[in-house]
T-cell receptor, first 109, second 111 residues
Framework: KNEVEQSPQNLTAQEGEFITINCSYS?????LHWLQQHPGGGIVSLFM???GKKKHGRLIATINIQEKHSSLHITASHPRDSAVYIC???????????FGKGTKLSVIP | KAGVTQTPRYLIKTRGQQVTLSCSPI?????VSWYQQTPGQGLQFLFE???????NKGNFPGRFSGRQFSNSRSEMNVSTLELGDSALYLC??????????FGPGTRLTVL
């Protein structure tokens, strides 16, 4: 069974700061997903990674398969980025996701 | 294109009752997965359905069951509800093992 660990659990940042959230997992995977959950429960899929790096706007996600580690970076953070960010992993050919506990991000104006 | 819809959005039941939750995936998506989210356990995988077949099941008791219909719509059922079943139940649909698109969830409260 894959164990997914995220750090930090909580993060408070000033608007404009560069933010990094980390995720590590214990067993080889086929893909790693970064999800965003706003208050009220809706979840949005931000990235799916199997190698390397992806960028979308101010968000950057990287993965190191050998080290079983991924990072989510937010550049020039904004209060609207305040949400819970969840890392999840999936095995080969499976839709089944195993989730980290999430990182609660608060960006203060 | 319409997103994933879940009904009902909110539900209050009492212990011992049963409940059925519904999920309509994005048109063309044949895979539906269900997840339970609680403050203590976080997000946990319940089931995965593809073309009416259950492909995977998470570590939940037999009181939790589900099915998928020929139009890809899915239902999950929880029998003999317990207080600990209070949670946000999310479904997600996808075409491949790439991006999953989540519905808004059904918040179940068991009294």
């Amino acid at each position: 069974k894959n164990e997914v660990e995220q750090s930090p659990q909580n993060l408070t940042a000033q608007e404009g700061e560069f933010i990094t959230i980390n995720c590590s997992y214990s067993v080889g995977i086929s893909a790693l997903h970064w999800l965003q959950q706003h208050p009220g429960g809706g979840i949005v899929s931000l990235f799916m990674l199997s190698s390397g790096k992806k960028k979308h706007g101010r968000l950057i996600a990287t993965i190191n398969i050998q080290e079983k580690h991924s990072s989510l970076h937010i550049t020039a953070s904004h209060p609207r980025d305040s949400a819970v960010y969840i890392c999840a992993v999936s095995g080969a050919g499976s839709y089944q996701l195993t989730f980290g506990k999430g990182t609660k991000l608060s960006v203060i104006p | 294109k319409a997103g994933v819809t879940q009904t009902p959005r909110y539900l209050i039941k009492t212990r011992g009752q049963q409940v059925t939750l519904s999920c309509s995936p994005i048109s063309g998506h044949r895979s539906v997965s269900w997840y339970q989210q609680t403050p203590g356990q976080g997000l946990q995988f319940l089931f995965e359905y593809f073309s009416e077949t259950q492909r995977n099941k998470g570590n939940f008791p037999g009181r939790f069951s589900g099915r998928q219909f020929s139009n890809s719509r899915s239902e999950m059922n929880v029998s003999t509800l317990e207080l600990g079943d209070s949670a946000l139940y999310l479904c997600a649909s996808s075409i491949t093992t790439d991006t999953q698109y989540f519905g808004p969830g059904t918040r179940l409260t068991v009294l």
